[in-house]
């Protein structure tokens, strides 16, 4: 199970720091990626981090510099750090967990994740 919590609202340019917390699952063997949906849109990939010791992570362009996904094993949670937030970040963020040998790299696919939690609400005001 995943839950995802530290959503809400935030004028443009503030900062948010999303959680996820992980359970009934050996998280420190899972990769984990953030994805986002705005109404209308489709599923967007945010960022991954792998679940090896070196954690390397990835961004999606439109984060790149702004977001910082990390992860403790010790206390199976990942995180999402947004800052300089902008009002087309607005849109409902995802935790989900995955077999890196199913993701592959940078792990943007949606349907290979295989745990999804129930969503956080991130609004930026202009």
């Known amino acids: 199970q995943l839950v995802e919590s530290g959503g809400g609202l935030v004028q443009a340019g503030g900062s948010l720091r999303l959680s996820c917390a992980a359970s009934?699952?050996?998280?420190?063997?899972?990769?984990m990626g953030w994805f986002r949906q705005a109404p209308g849109k489709e599923r967007e990939w945010v960022a991954s981090i792998s679940w090896n010791i070196a954690s390397t992570t990835y961004y999606s362009p439109s984060v790149e510099g702004r977001f910082t996904i990390s992860r403790d094993n010790a206390n199976n949670r990942a995180y999402l750090e947004m800052n300089s937030l902008r009002p087309e970040d607005t849109a409902v963020y995802y935790c989900a967990a995955g077999d890196q040998w199913k993701l592959g790299r940078p792990g943007e696919h949606p349907v290979k994740y295989s745990y999804w939690g129930q969503g956080t609400q991130v609004t930026v005001s202009s």
């Open positions: 009934g699952l050996n998280f420190e063997r899972f990769a």
